[in-house]
Nanobody, 118 residues
Framework: QVRLVESGGGLVQAGGSLRLSCEAP????????MAWHRQAPGKQRELVAR????????YADSVKDRFTISRDNYKKNTIYLQMNSLNPEDTAVYYC???????????WGQGTQVTVFS
């Protein structure tokens, strides 16, 4: 089964930074959009940030001005999530997602754990 591959999670002190990476099986420009979601223990999965070609990127209010989603213009198959000023509320499993359009199911990665301690 085709999946996305996330990396870059880990343990970080509050106020610190991490950068997550997501590699897709093909060119990211072939997807309608790519996004990062997260799921904290006992909570529903939520959208963190989405990047769509030809449209502005979008962010959850809780991460605006702290997180940045971007694509690697050289590798063509990788997106990133730069996370700054992390706080314990950012602790979650972070998942990469690729929207293949209305006729195909979205792709997901296996998730990468981010733990922020105070």
């Amino acid at each position: 089964q085709v999946r996305l591959v996330e990396s870059g999670g880990g343990l970080v002190q509050a106020g610190g930074s991490l950068r997550l990476s997501c590699e897709a099986p093909g060119r990211i420009m072939d997807f309608d959009a790519m996004a990062w979601h997260r799921q904290a223990p006992g909570k529903q999965r939520e959208l963190v940030a989405r990047i769509r070609f030809g449209a502005p990127t979008t962010y959850a209010d809780s991460v605006k001005d702290r997180f940045t989603i971007s694509r690697d213009n050289y590798k063509k198959n990788t997106i990133y999530l730069q996370m700054n000023s992390l706080n314990p509320e950012d602790t979650a499993v972070y998942y990469c997602n690729a929207d293949q359009g209305a006729w195909s199911p979205p792709l997901w990665g296996q998730g990468t754990q981010v733990t922020v301690f105070s």
